[in-house]
């Protein structure tokens, strides 16, 4: 860890620092992500559970991390939340080798599947990206009966064929742009966004939308009503009128547009809300920092 980093750290565990962190990330403990999620219930909304940390290269550390999903898993069955757990790949054995990795994740799978808790898989850097759909695509056809969702960011080069993959398999989608470096700008990374939503929308596929781009959800949100329009244009029996509902949710990070997550709840749209909770909390932090600072004292 360099200067920086430990300034960092430093920094964002003394107050303001601390103030400004815990605006957008729960807390250190499990207990602080369960009395946010409990807050989000009250107010009508789903709550994504994060356990902080990636990039782990020591097993030991990697099982450790794996029994904490399932920790999660089961308290959040005893505590009756509203909530689904987020996974990061490469803090349960990814980077250390497929097989260990895999491991790792179809016990977090048993778990959610015996306890009826949704899992979603996130996906990190572009070289892990093929390892996180291949362990996703195993998943789901070991556990058929497991509320799944593999994210799919956007910004890389083989999203289009994975995500035509994972829909064929009748895995969920959560649709994003991406945090990580990417050879495509922001205008070209949009277009291909809203190509895939088309897609998903097109084919029922259910998918959450997780962006915090207002010119993006407004687009997502008319692309939704053209395909609801053109299904009531094709003069459907009342027998069949439930094929015109277009099924789909949108997910945002804790603490950055809650005017719009709160609006979008009070239309009745599926909204989930991202709860990351740990000590790791600075790669985190840090991928997201540009964009905290420039919009958490507007919105």
Same mark, same amino acid.
């Given at each position: 860890?360099? +200067?920086?980093?430990?300034?960092?750290?430093?920094?964002?565990?003394?107050?303001?620092?601390?103030?400004?962190?815990? &605006?957008?990330?729960?807390?250190?403990? *499990?207990?602080?992500?369960?009395?946010?999620? #409990?807050?989000?219930?009250? #107010?009508? +909304?789903?709550?994504?559970?994060?356990?902080?940390?990636?990039?782990?290269?020591? &097993?030991?550390?990697?099982?450790?991390?794996?029994?904490?999903?399932? %920790? @999660?898993?089961?308290?959040?069955?005893?505590?009756?939340?509203?909530?689904?757990?987020?996974?990061?790949?490469?803090?349960?054995?990814?980077?250390?080798?497929?097989?260990?990795?895999?491991?790792? @994740?179809?016990?977090?799978?048993?778990?959610?599947?015996?306890?009826? *808790?949704?899992?979603?898989?996130?996906?990190?850097?572009?070289?892990?990206?093929?390892?996180?759909?291949?362990?996703?695509?195993?998943?789901?056809?070991?556990?058929?009966?497991?509320?799944?969702?593999?994210?799919?960011?956007?910004?890389?080069?083989?999203?289009?064929? =994975? @995500?035509?993959?994972?829909?064929?398999?009748?895995?969920?989608?959560?649709?994003?742009?991406?945090?990580?470096?990417?050879?495509?700008?922001?205008?070209?990374?949009?277009?291909?966004?809203?190509?895939?939503?088309?897609?998903? @929308?097109?084919?029922?596929?259910?998918?959450?939308?997780?962006? =915090?781009?207002?010119?993006?959800?407004?687009?997502?949100?008319?692309?939704?009503?053209?395909?609801?329009?053109?299904?009531?244009?094709?003069?459907?029996?009342?027998?069949?009128?439930?094929?015109?509902?277009?099924? %789909?949710?949108?997910?945002?990070?804790?603490?950055?547009?809650?005017?719009?997550?709160?609006?979008?709840?009070?239309?009745?749209? &599926?909204?989930?809300?991202?709860?990351? +909770?740990?000590?790791?909390?600075?790669?985190?932090?840090?991928? &997201?920092?540009?964009?905290?600072?420039?919009?958490?004292?507007?919105?």
């Amino acid at each position: 860890m360099n +200067f920086w980093d430990r300034c960092l750290i430093w920094l964002g565990n003394r107050w303001p620092g601390k103030k400004l962190v815990r &605006r957008f990330i729960a807390g250190g403990t *499990i207990k602080d992500a369960f009395l946010v999620a #409990q807050k989000l219930n009250s #107010q009508g +909304f789903e709550a994504i559970i994060n356990f902080l940390g990636e990039e782990v290269k020591n &097993r030991q550390k990697a099982r450790e991390n794996a029994r904490m999903y399932s %920790c @999660l898993i089961q308290q959040i069955k005893r505590r009756k939340l509203k909530a689904r757990v987020s996974i990061k790949p490469s803090q349960i054995g990814l980077r250390i080798n497929r097989s260990f990795y895999r491991q790792n @994740l179809f016990g977090i799978g048993r778990d959610a599947l015996v306890y009826g *808790i949704s899992l979603e898989i996130d996906m990190e850097t572009e070289e892990t990206v093929d390892a996180t759909v291949w362990g996703t695509v195993a998943l789901s056809k070991h556990y058929s009966g497991l509320d799944l969702r593999q994210a799919v960011a956007m910004n890389f080069k083989e999203s289009f064929a =994975h @995500l035509y993959n994972l829909a064929g398999i009748g895995a969920k989608i959560r649709l994003c742009k991406g945090a990580y470096p990417s050879v495509y700008g922001k205008k070209e990374i949009r277009e291909r966004f809203l190509s895939a939503a088309d897609y998903l @929308l097109e084919h029922d596929a259910n998918p959450d939308f997780a962006t =915090h781009d207002l010119n993006l959800l407004g687009k997502l949100l008319s692309l939704r009503e053209n395909i609801h329009d053109i299904r009531k244009s094709a003069h459907l029996t009342p027998f069949s009128m439930s094929a015109m509902t277009v099924p %789909c949710g949108f997910q945002f990070l804790l603490g950055l547009r809650k005017k719009t997550w709160k609006e979008l709840r009070q239309q009745g749209e &599926r909204t989930a809300i991202y709860v990351a +909770f740990g000590s790791n909390w600075l790669p985190y932090a840090k991928r &997201r920092w540009q964009y905290i600072v420039k919009k958490s004292f507007l919105f």
